[in-house]
């Protein structure tokens, strides 16, 4: 046996029987020669960081624009918190790792700039809405990633209903990653006080994002073990849901970051109009793949950074100086 088939009958062997196993995947789209070191799972986790999608994640927003320090989030910092709180909880319940890997550093990959802040811009200017988990699985298309990557991807938003336990491994791991993070990125911008927080949430959870991630994860691993489901016991999804909303009401929807959010809306939705008006602006590769301008124009837009869509609107709508 090569050391793929090794690894397959490991899994076969020694993972949950409510595991994924990437022999039994349901396949890719297109044919794909097999690796002879490499699972099926471990070749969609490479080409997921090999793409050019995933390097642009470290000049998108998490939730703060254009921050001038240097510890706060962005999508890529995210990305990577959230693969390794879903490794370690894979790990624990005997689940696929490699596939748990694979949809957590995908997840993200169609998020717009700015956020989630540029993710409503661009939904209200296309007639059929804008959702960047099913963004994510367009940007992959090229990838040809196996089913059970592609499902865990769609489905990690709140409202998603992943096929397999890794995927809903990725969905609790995304949550348990931002509310933590992004509480503790608030707290860097004085924007929050860690004596603000709901202090039932913080006499369960624990005084610091550290130990409330240690809490969740422990929770999740300890509810789910031996089940063929995974989630968090029914109070602690009552806790963190407190977690949460307290975090909308205080830091997403503060007076600062509102009058930012005006400012990048009319910034995506100027060069949504250009793009929409101006068709052969777009790189050809995005021409030829779609028909529809405005869904060509939403692609080109939320595969661009942060510091790219505003060089792109600095370009076209603001004067250049006279060169002598």
Known sequence: MNLREQREQYELAHLSPFAAKSITTKGRSLPAEKCEIRTEFQKDRDRITHCKAFRRLMHKTQVFISPEGDHYRTRLTHTLEVAQIARTAARALLLNEDLTEAIALGHDLGHTPFGHTGEDALDTLLPDGFRHNEQSVRV??????????????????????????????????????????????????????????????????????????????????????????????????????????????????????????????????????????????????LRERCDDPAQAAADYIAGMTDRFAMKRFREIYMPSAWEA
């Not at 911008?189 to 409330?212: F, N, Q, V």
């Open 140 to 285: 992959t298309s090229d990838l040809n990633l196996t089913n059970e990557v592609r499902d865990g991807i769609l489905n990690h938003r709140t409202s998603g209903n992943p096929e397999t336990l890794e995927g809903w491994v990725v969905k609790l791991s995304d949550k348990i990653a931002y509310i933590n993070h992004d509480i503790d990125d608030a707290i860097r911008a004085r924007i929050l006080i860690p004596t603000d927080l709901p202090k039932s949430a913080c006499e369960i959870l624990g005084e610091t994002s550290t130990a409330r991630i240690d809490y969740l994860v422990r929770d999740m691993v300890r509810y789910s073990t031996g089940k063929n489901t995974v989630s968090l016991s029914p109070d602690v999804v009552v806790i963190l849901s407190e977690l949460r909303a307290y975090l909308f009401e205080n830091t997403y929807a503060h007076q600062l970051h509102q009058s930012e959010r005006k400012k990048i809306q009319t910034l995506l939705r100027l060069l949504f109009e250009y793009y929409i008006s101006h068709p052969n602006k777009l790189p050809d590769e």
